[in-house]
């Protein structure tokens, strides 16, 4: 029997559940997240002046650049302040 | 204390194969007589023939016990513990140690002893791993007697899709002597799951991908670089761009471990340039769990993310290395990591001048990504010998031909806007009427490299727009 050392960090990743999808959007507040990608922001904006016609709450965020994950404040300002995000994951 | 040994008496370890082991046979066999001498021998059960009763060491335990790195070694114990030692022959020593006057008359008054055999490479490691003393931390993966290595590890996706080193103790062990580090140390944390990259994983992965252990301090210097947060590693492993990192090496170390600066610096068949630029990825692989339509994103990727690895070719250029250049002392040997893809070959066979030949390198790097995008990405330079020969003969110091091409790399706006030329992909009718620059200021590096003929140089392309909101080049020493 040959023994082998693990080359990998030996974590099992974590497969978190997605949350359910809301049934209505009414009363909810909805975070559109630009992540900085090219011309992103102008399809984004459109997006979420559609969803404000329909009189629900939109909060908009960006990325400081596309390059890099979201800073921690900015994933906790998030979270804490709307039930849903769409971010756009490309250009 | 470990078990057989005496209260109170003489230890000797010895082999056949070392001549002061030989020479001191009788002076052993006369101890033995008088009593008190135990005598491990350590090749050959039988010897010394001097002595009634050698105690066979062949597999070497009461040796890697005692911790004997010379034979012959002589142990004195007083009440069940170590109270003196010595090594080799030297009379007055074993005098002492031995409290008996007068040994060996008729040999000469010392001679230095030989390695002992536990100490030796390969030796010394299985001894670790039967007595558990290795200090290893990773889990242990047991295959099977029917069971194929390489296709086990294939199948636990610890490979880039070419066969593998499989990571043995043995081997890790061995790769550890490369540095003083401590196997825990973590060298940093690696995306995309953030996950510790202690020493020993680099040195696991590094086997893996087929280096020697003097390689080892060049990998941790080239994964410490790409983890400096500046180089932004989660992004270059999750664009959909082409690049990956690109290692350059400097310093005294690309000759110490053989890497190649010379012809096809960039391309197959040197191990030191191919093994440590794929350790590099493999660490990224399996400690960070970036693979390849995973959290790698890439649409092509670039054949140099199986490894993109060489040396600059520091000898006889009149140009600064390319880690001087970024801070370090010359004789300090350095990697710098570039986040880079492929290579546009740049010929050009009839410039005799710099300023020809700068400006055949500014139009070819002004081509880099699209013609029509400026400021484009960062881009490495790998200036051939010929080509730098040029400057050289011209007095055009390093400083200067980056001025020279910056300058060269100015772009009318009206050829860069959305349409021009024909293309649709470009920049805002705003740009019309500005000048605007290939490149970032400072966003070039120049490398020398390559055989001595040919007039070839070659462009190694960035990401996206290059600096501070993207990926920096990071410089680090290599530390042993």
């Known amino acids: ?91 | 204390m470990p078990q057989n040994l005496p209260h109170d008496g003489l230890i000797a370890i010895v082999k056949r194969d070392c001549p002061t082991c030989e020479l001191t046979a009788p002076v052993l066999g006369e101890l033995a007589r008088r009593g008190g001498l135990t005598v491990y021998t350590q090749d050959d059960a039988s010897f010394p023939e001097t002595v009634p009763a050698p105690v066979d060491d062949t597999a070497l335990d009461m040796s890697h016990r005692l911790q004997i790195e010379v034979v012959p070694t002589l142990i004195r114990f007083e009440g069940g513990r170590e109270v003196a030692r010595t090594y080799g022959w030297d009379r007055g020593e074993w005098e002492r140690l031995t409290g008996i006057a007068a040994l060996g008359q008729e040999l000469p008054q010392a001679r230095p002893g030989c390695g002992a055999k536990n100490v030796e490479p390969g030796v010394l490691e299985r001894l670790k791993i039967r007595f558990n003393e290795t200090g290893l931390k990773s889990r242990h993966i047991e295959i099977g007697e029917g069971e194929d290595e390489q296709e086990a590890m294939y199948e636990r996706g610890w490979s880039d899709g070419l066969p593998l080193v499989p990571p043995s103790e043995e081997r890790v062990l061995r790769m550890l002597d490369g540095t003083a580090r401590d196997p825990q140390e973590v060298v940093g944390l690696v995306p995309p799951d953030i996950a510790p990259a202690t020493v020993e994983k680099v040195a696991i992965n590094a086997v893996m991908a087929g280096c020697k252990p003097e390689y080892l301090p060049v990998v941790l210097a080239a994964v410490e670089a790409v983890l400096d947060e500046r180089f932004a590693m989660h992004g270059v492993l999750a664009t959909t761009g082409f690049v990956g990192p690109v290692v350059v090496v400097n310093g005294p170390i690309r000759r110490r471990i053989g890497m190649n600066a010379k012809g096809n610096a960039l391309g197959q068949g040197n191990r030191a340039n191919g093994a440590i630029g794929r350790a590099l990825q493999l660490v990224i692989r399996n400690v960070g769990g970036g693979r390849p339509r995973e959290v790698d994103r890439a649409t092509l990727g670039n054949p140099g993310k199986y490894t993109y690895c060489f040396a600059e070719d520091e000898e006889g250029s009149s140009w600064q290395p390319l880690s001087v250049e970024r801070g370090v002392n010359p004789d300090v040997s350095a990697v710098t990591v570039f986040a880079g893809f492929g290579l546009q070959g740049v010929v050009d066979q009839k410039s005799r001048d710099p300023e020809s030949l700068s400006r055949s390198f500014a139009e070819s790097l002004k081509a880099m990504q699209n013609v029509k995008l400026a400021p484009s990405c960062d881009a490495m330079l790998v200036v051939s010998p010929e080509h730098h020969r040029t400057f050289k003969n011209a007095g055009w110091s390093k400083a200067r031909l980056y001025e020279e091409l910056y300058r060269l790399c100015e772009i009318r706006g009206d050829d860069l806007v959305v349409g021009a030329k024909g293309i649709a992909e470009g920049g805002p009718s705003s740009l019309a009427g500005k000048t605007i620059n290939k490149f970032r200021p400072g966003g070039l590096f120049l490398v020398r490299a390559g055989g001595d003929a040919g007039m070839f140089s070659g462009i190694i392309g960035g990401w996206s727009a290059g600096g501070p909101r993207s990926s920096l080049p990071i410089t680090k020493e290599v530390r042993t």
């Not at chain 1, 050392?5 to 630009?34: A, K, N, Y």
């Not at chain 1, 002046?49 to 994933?75: C, F, M, Q, W």
């Open chain 1, 1 to 91: 029997m040959t023994v082998l050392l693990d080359p990998t960090s030996e974590r099992s990743p974590t497969i978190r559940p997605r949350l359910p999808r809301p049934e209505r959007l009414d009363g909810l507040t909805i975070g559109i997240l630009d992540i900085a990608k090219s011309r992103g922001d102008v399809f984004l904006h459109r997006l979420g002046d559609r969803i404000s016609e329909r009189g629900i709450t939109v909060k908009h965020y960006a990325k400081p650049t596309n390059t890099r994950p979201a800073p921690l404040p900015l994933r906790q300002q998030i979270a804490s302040e709307v039930n849903l995000v769409i971010e756009g994951l490309s250009d």
